[in-house]
């Protein structure tokens, strides 16, 4: 897949990931950090589906102690979208060749299939899929037609690249962008993939990630201003700030108890995903508080989660949580292929 609005290469964000792994790569838990990626977004996602776009003011209200438990009856029905869409990412990995039109043939099956909890963008660009124009002309038609906004349809499914190309730094940028690009076109969607892949990456090899460092490597490398994005699109860019001036973002939960005027957005599901990369809060605590902040909650979460569970490990993952997750040695399963793919 070619196009001028894809980011083919980010040799500035690359190095950076091959130096945070240098020396750091520790395969002793992996297997645990690479389960809790997609076991911590499969969470995410259950937890925050019953507030998705509720205020976290009216969240406060109705759930004093925060929202903790997830409905058991999760586990029997089929996959949120935040999930689903991972998954088919992760499987599409797996069979090699044209990542990107694997992924795009499987997302026509889910549409068809299944669909629960699909955003706008992806579904329109599911219908141009039906067309048969090649990639990444959907994507591209829908970011115009919507009037180039960012949804965060693209990096709530991304972890698994992170998993497959965790010592492949070149690989894990193309395939972060090539995926999200089959349904997210905006450079603000690809840029979350990347960033976010990149923490989940050097979490996976036992790495702190160099937050600041990498949104400097990657303005280097011709990454829009997030910062400046974000205010246009009247969403908080606290962390983004932060990062931009050198320091690691807030970490505590404070600064996302607010309002936004664009509760789906790519900028602020990756903000999520770095606050998850610094707080001080635990596994449990720390997905609580995401969810308790409000808006796109199973999405923000979901991101939040796939970053606390390579930090954490499965292991981490409450087991009252784990036994919701619908098809969950499915899931596991895919976890550990992800790690056993050749060159990862």
Known sequence: MTDPGIVA??????????????GNTLSSGLADRARGVLLGLAVGNLLGLPVEGDRHDWIADTYPDGLTEIDPREANRPMDDDLAQAVDLGEALLAGGDCARDLADRL?????????????TTREVIEELYTGKPL??????????????????????????????????????????????????????????????AVIAALLNGAAPD???LLEAARADGCPDLAAQAISDGIPADALDAMGHGSQPPPDA????????????TLLATQFGFWAAATRLD????????????????????????????????????????????????IERLADDLIATPGS
């Open 9 to 22: 290469q980010a040799p500035e964000v690359a190095r950076l990931i091959a130096r945070t792994a240098a």
């Open 283 to 330: 596994f449990e605590d720390a997905l609580v508080a995401s969810v308790a902040a409000g808006g796109d909650t199973d999405t923000n979460a979901a991101v939040a989660g796939a970053v606390l569970g390579a930090r954490y490990g499965a292991s981490a993952i409450p087991q009252r949580w784990l036994d919701c997750i619908p098809q969950r040695e499915l």
């Open 211 to 213: 937050l600041p460092g």
């Open 136 to 197: 990444p002309e959907p994507a591209r038609i829908i970011y115009e037609r919507r009037n180039r906004i960012a949804p965060n349809g693209g990096v709530m499914r991304c972890a698994p690249v992170a998993i497959a190309r965790r010592n492949d730094p070149a690989r894990l940028v193309a395939d972060s962008a090539t995926t999200c690009v089959v349904t997210h076109y905006a450079a603000t969607c690809q840029w979350s993939c990347i960033l976010v892949n």
């Open 254 to 265: 404070d600064w996302l108890m607010c309002d936004h005027r664009l509760i789906g957005h």
């Open 108 to 120: 026509v099956v889910w549409e068809r299939e299944n669909g629960r909890g699909i955003g706008i």
